[in-house]
């Protein structure tokens, strides 16, 4: 579905992602992992329209769509979530769905998430949508609470939420577990799968929870140095020696200060 090709990109001397290359295949959830500064998050940058690559080519359902930016991606069903602005959370949960409506066409589908202003509030579908939403992420219970007052966790079920607004098809998550309670992270843990399940969304997730990883992830990349070190199901990525020495190296590097 997603094929990144020979990709690099440099921020001044540094070789943030370095001719890396891998497949996310549809219906998949696969898993992007490996030691931090690796280049995972400048990598889904660059997918999502955000960072243009020195080198290399992003692979869409078989169309190049490198360089295209966020909002034309995200009207061809390709998201990376992004944490609620701070503006949103004077907002009610049920409000911030709202500013995603499904059938808002053209260009303004991506501004509209920033300036909800301009989403008509009273159309029927998108309400009857939004209580879907709601109740598919347990969230149905805090749809009136302003958004500043969700947890950690609730928070990044909103972000789900807010994809499931504009039918998405492939979702990148970068990292949804970090600062989460463990109850939380079930929730969302369980949302990926029904949504990869039921909703036929595909996945590539960043996450430094292996547990989380490898319950839910097949295969697992594992990038260090910006590239790719190996990729497979989590047993072999996790027995590979290779993939321990990253972790530990950079264990030690960060050891030593
Ligand atoms: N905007 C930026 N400007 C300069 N250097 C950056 C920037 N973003 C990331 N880097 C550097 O690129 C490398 C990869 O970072 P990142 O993609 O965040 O790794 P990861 O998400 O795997 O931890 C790191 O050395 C980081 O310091
Ligand atoms: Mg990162």
Same mark, same amino acid.
């Given at each position: 579905?997603?094929?990144?090709?020979?990709?690099?990109?440099?921020?001044?001397?540094?070789?943030?992602?370095?001719?890396?290359?891998?497949?996310?295949?549809?219906?998949? /959830?696969?898993?992007?992992?490996?030691?931090?500064?690796?280049?995972?998050?400048?990598? =889904?940058?660059?997918?999502?329209?955000?960072?243009?690559?020195?080198?290399?080519?992003?692979? =869409?359902?078989?169309?190049? /769509?490198?360089?295209?930016?966020? !909002?034309?991606? =995200?009207?061809?069903?390709?998201?990376?979530?992004?944490?609620?602005?701070?503006?949103? *959370?004077?907002?009610?949960?049920?409000?911030?769905?709202?500013?995603?409506?499904?059938?808002?066409?053209?260009?303004?589908?991506?501004?509209?998430?920033?300036?909800?202003?301009?989403?008509?509030? +009273?159309?029927?579908?998108?309400?009857?949508?939004?209580?879907?939403?709601?109740?598919?992420?347990?969230?149905? !219970?805090?749809?009136?609470? #302003?958004?500043?007052?969700?947890?950690?966790?609730?928070?990044?079920? #909103?972000?789900?939420?807010?994809?499931?607004?504009?039918?998405?098809?492939?979702?990148?998550?970068?990292?949804?577990?970090?600062?989460?309670?463990?109850?939380?992270?079930?929730? /969302?843990?369980?949302?990926?799968?029904?949504?990869?399940?039921?909703?036929? *969304?595909?996945?590539?997730?960043?996450? !430094?929870?292996?547990?989380? /990883?490898?319950?839910?992830?097949?295969?697992?990349?594992?990038?260090? +140095?910006?590239?790719?070190?190996? +990729?497979?199901?989590?047993?072999?990525?996790?027995?590979?020696?290779?993939?321990?020495?990253? *972790?530990?190296? !950079?264990?030690?590097?960060?050891?030593?200060?």
């Amino acid at each position: 579905m997603i094929r990144i090709e020979d990709v690099s990109l440099s921020f001044g001397g540094i070789r943030a992602v370095d001719g890396c290359s891998f497949e996310v295949a549809e219906g998949s /959830i696969t898993g992007l992992i490996g030691p931090n500064g690796a280049g995972k998050s400048t990598l =889904f940058n660059i997918v999502a329209g955000l960072l243009k690559p020195d080198a290399g080519r992003i692979v =869409f359902d078989g169309e190049d /769509i490198t360089g295209l930016p966020p !909002h034309t991606l =995200f009207h061809r069903g390709l998201v990376r979530t992004f944490q609620i602005p701070h503006e949103f *959370y004077r907002m009610t949960v049920r409000e911030n769905l709202m500013l995603v409506p499904p059938e808002q066409a053209g260009e303004n589908l991506f501004a509209s998430w920033f300036s909800w202003g301009r989403v008509k509030r +009273q159309d029927a579908d998108v309400l009857d949508k939004v209580d879907e939403v709601l109740a598919f992420l347990n969230l149905t !219970h805090v749809a009136d609470e #302003l958004a500043g007052n969700l947890s950690g966790g609730q928070k990044k079920l #909103l972000d789900l939420g807010r994809t499931m607004m504009t039918d998405a098809r492939m979702v990148l998550l970068d990292e949804p577990g970090a600062g989460v309670n463990r109850t939380l992270l079930g929730a /969302i843990t369980t949302a990926i799968r029904r949504l990869n399940e039921e909703r036929g *969304y595909t996945f590539c997730l960043i996450e !430094h929870d292996m547990d989380v /990883i490898a319950e839910l992830c097949d295969p697992v990349i594992v990038m260090a +140095q910006g590239t790719v070190l190996t +990729q497979g199901p989590m047993s072999e990525v996790r027995s590979n020696p290779d993939v321990r020495e990253a *972790y530990l190296g !950079h264990a030690e590097t960060e050891d030593a200060g």
